[in-house]
């Protein structure tokens, strides 16, 4: 049974475009994630979102918009799509509580041609 | 940068030999964590060791923590050729948010 899935897996797709990976727990957390992991394998934490509310949002281009339609399931959406945009977006959950450990999806490849 | 460093960057070792890599971090801590990723997997949380521990085993994982010295390592003993992932640690200041290093990517032969 997967835990953390996120859809899809690779995403190849034009400049300019709009995209959305979608991710869904099913370990009944409360608190989900999205991290983006640049080329170099620097992870870092763009939103959070505790039972369908924002809680984290990191310096992120405002291109990128979080959706958490229930507390099983956050949407990353990403509009007009740049180079820059190329990486591994990873999707997280865990209990609430910062000493609770997080479980990750296995990722999405966006490439931006 | 906030951001965790961690060395080595990489390290090659053979099979039964065991690992150990640093991590240091500038601000305080509530707790720090290791992370193991496979090649085209997501992380998998390893271990968890709270700001007022300073040595946390787990089956063949030693972890320690220096809060003076702002640094961590993890040993990896009788390393095996499944052991080959990239290693990063993690640390919260407070709240959920995770601050990762820069990653150890460690490579175990035959």
């Known amino acids: 049974d997967t835990a953390v899935s996120q859809t899809p897996k690779y995403l190849v797709t034009q400049m300019g475009n709009d995209k959305s990976i979608k991710c869904e727990q099913n370990l009944g957390h409360d608190t989900m994630y999205w991290y983006k992991q640049d080329s170099k394998k620097f992870l870092k934490i763009m939103f959070s979102y505790n039972n369908k509310e924002l809680i984290i949002n990191e310096t992120v281009p405002n291109r990128f918009s979080p959706k958490s339609p229930d507390k099983a399931h956050l949407n990353l959406h990403i509009n007009s799509l740049e180079l820059g945009d190329s990486a591994v977006y990873f999707c997280a959950s865990s209990q609430a509580g910062g000493f609770q450990p997080q479980h990750f999806g296995d990722g999405t490849r966006l490439s931006i041609l | ?110």
């Open chain 2, 1 to 110: 940068s906030q951001q965790g460093e961690e060395d080595p960057q990489a390290l090659s070792i053979q099979e039964g030999e065991n690992a150990t890599m640093n991590c240091s971090y500038k601000t305080s801590i509530n707790n720090l964590q290791w992370y193991r990723q496979n090649s085209g997997r997501g992380l998998v949380h390893l271990i968890l060791i709270r700001s007022n521990e300073r040595e946390k085993h787990s089956g063949r994982l030693r972890v320690t923590l220096d809060t003076s010295k702002k640094s961590s390592s993890l040993l990896i003993t009788a390393s095996r050729a499944a052991d080959t992932a990239s290693y990063f640690c993690a640390f919260t200041g407070g709240g959920n948010k995770l601050t990762f290093g820069t990653g150890t990517q460690l490579k175990v032969e035959l």
